[in-house]
């Protein structure tokens, strides 16, 4: 029998995921500024958040699974949090975990028929996510915001559904906190 090195290694509190099968997608503001009330007259070339995902397995192949972390910067854009893109799973029979790895935040759901509402996040804090449920991250705090995530392969992303019909709710930095704004039909 031999012992060998793990193929990577998940700082989860003080890091992020490093080594072989760990991709890093950084997410300018300019890539998502749409989703953003308004988004005039700020840095566009501004990382707003960087996913990390590993993955040694078919991506196809049910029962296969993703461990990601996604690291969340606390800004604003013109009064509003930052946020993650959103999305339901194309497969909507594969639900997700999130837990809260440090920072704080809301995990914003949505069902299909449009109803939203947010789960509070923080160290240590888990979050079933049903694989029939849009989820989006969103940073009210103001240090970073660390969700790890764990996934099916088969699960898929649909934004299209969510850029078709958006979360209900629009999240902003108010003189005494948060402050949601119901998204007008």
């Known amino acids: 029998m031999r012992i060998v090195e793990p193929e990577a290694v998940h700082q989860i509190i003080e890091g992020v995921m ?5 991709e890093k997608a950084e997410k300018p503001l300019r890539d998502n500024a749409f989703l953003y009330l308004d988004s005039h007259g700020v840095d566009l070339d501004q ?3 960087t996913v990390y995902t590993h993955n040694v397995g078919d991506t196809q192949k049910l029962g296969d699974l993703y461990w990601g972390m996604t690291v969340l910067k606390p800004l604003t854009v013109n009064g509003e949090f930052n946020m993650t893109k959103g999305h339901f799973h194309v497969n909507r029979d ?3 975990y999130y837990f809260g790895i440090s920072g704080e935040g809301l995990l914003l759901l949505m ?7 947010a789960e509070k996040i923080f160290r240590g804090s888990l979050h079933y996510i049903d694989g029939k449920l849009a989820h989006r991250l969103i940073n009210t705090g103001n240090e970073c915001l660390k969700v790890g995530a764990c996934w099916p392969t088969a699960a898929g992303h ?3 559904a969510v850029m078709k019909h958006p979360f209900g709710y629009r999240v902003f930095k108010g003189p005494n906190g948060i402050e949601m704004k119901k998204v007008s039909e």
């Open 111 to 117: 069902n299909d028929k449009g109803e939203t509402w």
């Open 94 to 96: 594969c639900a997700e």
């Open 18 to 22: 490093q080594g072989e099968h760990v």
């Open 47 to 49: 990382i707003t958040y």
């Open 158 to 160: 649909d934004y299209d």
